[in-house]
């Protein structure tokens, strides 16, 4: 079985990073061109993505301190920029550079067994005072990491989530197109509150404004029926990197899948099902609107399956990661 690698041995691999000094208990972040201590990176309250959510992100998990599948999520990041019209006046080659930096000065501050999570978050800038509303300065770059919530969400991947459909619909890709990764997270904020108190591990999953399942906060969610895998259409949902690591697995291990439109009944009648995420990988479901989906254990046969295959790409065993951090 593979085991979480130490942050020690990757850390081998690397060259020290500029900047940094002995002693260092603050984590760095990159802010408009500057590596600053996380407490100097201030964010004006004139800056659009905090007035108006006008901003975009994107963000990776880190195995062993190697960012994985970073050009994936750099891409992605640079199509909702595009999508946004927001030029973050860096090229993608530039922003790769800076993140792998990023990560690089910090892993000395991680403890044995942990990994980052890191962000890339650009706004359009700050409101021109005087101006017009669509007027802005230029754009607002951070680039920042920080633990993986690895004992807040190992029970989770333990037990397996329980998943509600709250009475919140997803935004429609009519009212803004899903493939952009905004900061503008209250639809699902929403979501998530609402269902909250309803079981230990609760997990918001939204409808489309159609009636199908769509995606919920940070994730996508996958079924298994008779063997195969059902996955909410592209078209209605941010599709992740996650998603699509999943799906190439699953071809190469023979498990046929469909994107297709799912309808609350079919989730609820499934065999299996878990959600994808950047910090979970792969999380099993339990329940969905209180049916039980476990009838074969947590994880299902599928699930173990995919969870084996997805720890052999990363080389890295992210289940056993989550369950030691219980232990300490």
Not at 82 to 98: F, H
Not at 243 to 259: I, N, Q, S, T, Y
Not at 311 to 318: G, T
Request: aromatic letters at 8%; glycine letters at 8%; proline letters at 6%.
């Amino acid at each position: 079985m593979l085991r979480p690698k130490t942050v020690l041995n990757c850390w081998h691999r690397l060259d020290q990073p500029k900047g940094l000094t002995t002693g260092m208990t603050e984590r760095t972040a990159y802010f408009n061109g500057e590596y600053l201590p996380e407490s100097k990176v201030c964010v004006s309250f004139r800056d659009r993505g905090f007035n108006l959510g006008d901003a975009v992100f994107d963000a990776e998990r880190t195995f062993g301190g190697e960012i994985f599948r970073l050009k994936a999520h750099i891409d992605r990041l640079y199509r909702s920029l595009e999508k946004a019209s927001i030029d973050p006046g860096l090229t993608p080659a530039e922003m790769t550079d800076i993140t792998r930096e990023t990560v690089a000065r910090n892993l000395p501050l991680l403890a044995p067994g942990e990994d980052y999570w890191v962000m890339q978050r650009v706004t359009r800038g700050l409101n021109v005072v005087g101006g017009e509303l669509w007027q802005s300065s230029g754009a607002t770059v951070i680039v920042e990491c920080t633990p993986l919530p690895l004992a807040a969400r190992a029970p989770m991947l333990r037990d397996g989530l329980d998943v509600f459909t709250p009475s919140h619909r997803r935004v429609p890709p009519e009212s803004l197109d899903p493939n952009i990764k905004s900061h503008n997270y209250l639809n699902l904020v929403m979501a998530d509150l609402e269902i909250r108190d309803r079981a230990a591990h609760a997990w918001a999953m939204l409808l489309d404004t159609r009636g199908f399942v769509s995606e919920g906060i940070g994730s996508n969610v996958f079924f298994v029926k008779d063997g195969e895998l059902l996955t909410p259409k592209a078209d209605y949902v941010l599709p992740g990197v996650s998603r699509a690591v999943v799906l190439e697995l699953a071809a190469a291990e023979g498990v046929v899948a469909h994107e297709v439109d799912i309808s609350p009944e079919q989730a609820r009648s499934a065999d299996e099902a878990f959600i994808t995420s950047t910090s979970f990988c792969i999380c099993p479901v339990r329940s969905y609107d209180e049916a039980r989906l476990d009838k074969t254990g947590i994880p299902g046969p599928i699930t173990r399956r995919l969870i084996d295959a997805f720890a052999e790409e990363a080389q890295f065993d992210f289940v056993g990661q989550y369950l030691d951090a219980l232990t300490k």
